[in-house]
């Protein structure tokens, strides 16, 4: 996996939050807006790094443990404002991705995660981007230095911008990159910040070491925060870009994002599906015991996103079914499904014990795919083609 790239110095991640303001502009104060309890939220770390070689750096970073707490992934975030601040949202991650990680698409997934689950921790603004362009208004300020240092100036490359664009929206449909688990903060390992020894290290993706709090507010059940309404995107060519979104969604090939050249710090238990889960992803029916689900499937999103909302459902059930229709009207809702339904299902999703990968299949005569296995019985399988297969099939095989 190549390393992360950074750009003009795009290595760290604070710890401030705003007060007040769910977009992250306003007042600069420790700890605000809260609604979980437990102890005082944690202060602010220094915005300072220790002076020392590149060299001493790695080695000094290396000698930092891993966590012993169990590593354990993020819940599957599902976007849920108005397609306004959806497209604003998209490109406020694409963005971060673009500018913190360049053409690797694991590190960018690695960003994008980092992102996330700041929307979800009570420390940090409420839209994500809030949470990128957090005190971008000052040098000294701003949480992803790319903000504030100049970056912004350089025109981004269309296809990596589009292939990164990719990545945001699946994120924002619920994949997660469970590597990072619920990090908060990262930086290379060629600089010693002086916070970094007072958060625990939690995974390494390639030289980028990621990191979250101790004790209480590193703990995954204090993640309940949601995106709220009103995306603001406070830079003029970030909000240009949102206007010329008109170029297709690249499909993301999963396999190329896989956990290579990751270390975490140990294994970890996927948390159950919740009801925030289910009404997020426009889950019309859901039975947790025989693993079972039906849903609505949302126009805008890309054929190949559905095998990651199955996966994401699906979580590390053993076996489990994942029904999807387009047209709402005809959406089951109960476990029982018509013959009716079943011939217009649109996309169909199934692990079992002898196929623990799963089998994706989509309505061919609704979504053409490039391979005729990919298709649900009784629909039009699409003629021979040679170009890339897309998303999903390099998970769902």
Not at 306 to 326: F, H, I, N, Q, S
Request: proline content about 9%; some cysteine.
């Amino acid at each position: 996996m190549a390393p992360l790239l950074l750009l003009a110095g795009a290595f760290y991640v604070g710890n401030l939050a705003m007060q007040d303001n769910p977009t992250g502009h306003g007042k600069l104060v420790a700890g605000a807006g809260s609604n979980v309890p437990g102890p005082p939220l944690p202060e602010p770390p220094p915005m300072e790094f220790k002076d020392v070689s590149r060299e001493d750096a790695v080695s000094i970073n290396a000698k930092i443990p891993f966590s012993k707490r169990v590593n354990t992934p993020a819940r599957p975030f599902m976007f849920s404002g108005n397609e306004v601040d959806r497209q604003r949202a998209i490109a406020c991650l694409t963005a971060a991705a673009y500018y913190e990680a360049g053409n690797d698409l694991v590190g960018a997934s690695a960003v994008v995660q980092v992102v996330l689950n700041r929307v979800r921790h009570p420390v940090f603004p409420k839209t994500v981007c809030g949470v990128v362009f957090q005190g971008h208004e000052r040098y000294t300020g701003c949480q992803f230095t790319f903000t504030c240092d100049g970056a912004l100036t350089r025109i981004p490359n269309p296809a990596i911008w589009n292939r990164l664009r990719g990545i945001a929206t699946i994120a924002l449909r619920g994949y997660v990159f469970s590597p990072v688990g619920v990090s908060t903060h990262y930086h290379t390992n060629w600089v010693v910040p002086y916070w970094s020894g007072k958060l625990e290290k939690t995974a390494q993706v390639g030289t980028h070491l990621f990191f979250r709090w101790p004790g209480w507010y590193g703990e995954p059940k204090v993640f309940t925060g949601t995106s709220v309404p009103g995306e603001i995107v406070p830079d003029a060519r970030i909000a240009r870009l949102v206007e010329a979104e008109e170029a297709p969604i690249d499909p993301v090939d999963l396999a190329s994002i896989q956990a290579e050249n990751v270390v975490t710090s140990g294994p970890a238990t996927i948390p159950e599906v919740t009801m925030a889960d289910m009404q997020a992803s426009r889950l019309k029916f859901a039975d947790t015991n025989s693993n079972v689900f039906m849903v609505h499937l949302e126009p805008q999103m890309f054929p190949g996103s559905y095998a990651t909302m199955a996966l994401a459902l699906c979580k590390d059930r053993p076996t489990c079914e994942v029904w999807g229709w387009t047209d709402s009207r005809i959406v089951p809702n109960d476990q029982s499904i018509s013959p009716v339904a079943r011939q217009r299902a649109s996309f169909h999703f199934e692990r079992t014990r002898t196929s623990p990968s799963g089998i994706a299949q989509w309505n061919c005569a609704e979504f053409p795919r490039n391979r005729a296995d990919q298709c649900l019985s009784g629909t039009v399988a699409p003629p021979a083609k040679t170009a890339p297969e897309s998303t999903a099939s390099a998970v769902a095989q």
